[in-house]
């Protein structure tokens, strides 16, 4: 009996472990910046979802040139206030942060 439920454990630790390394530098970014808060996989939530998003932009590039403020935001929102202060955060990431924060967020296509 103890021995299935140190098992089950050692499974979930297991199983997130690989979820996690799909992209983990990319989804600590994520963690530690608080894009969660407003940001959920892909239900709406304070703002559009993280599928929505990865639909919206086509690849890495397009995303990073936003991440850079080189591009407009695609998706026209009268809530865009609320991230133009987040924008400031990513823009003082390295580039190779910010692309795999990129990477993290087009994996929920
Ligand atoms: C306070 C809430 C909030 C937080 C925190 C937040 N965002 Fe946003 N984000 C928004 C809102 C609002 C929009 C505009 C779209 C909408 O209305 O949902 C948006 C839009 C975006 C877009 C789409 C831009 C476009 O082209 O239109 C991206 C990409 C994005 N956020 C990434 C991030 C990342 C990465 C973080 C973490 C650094 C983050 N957001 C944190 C609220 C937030």
Request: overall charge positive; proline content about 4%; charged content about 30%.
């Amino acid at each position: 009996m103890r021995l299935r439920f140190v098992w089950v454990v050692l499974t979930i630790i297991g199983l997130s472990g690989i979820c996690w390394s799909a992209a983990p530098e990319g989804a600590a970014q994520f963690d530690s910046l608080k894009c969660g808060m407003c940001h959920k996989p892909d239900k709406k939530a304070a703002a559009i979802s993280l599928s929505e998003i990865a639909k919206a932009y086509k690849d890495r590039d397009t995303l990073m040139k936003f991440f850079k403020g080189e591009a407009r935001p695609l998706i026209e929102s009268d809530k865009w206030g609320m991230m133009r202060g987040q924008l400031h955060k990513i823009k003082a990431l390295e580039d190779p942060q910010k692309e795999a924060l990129a990477d993290y967020i087009l994996s929920f296509k």
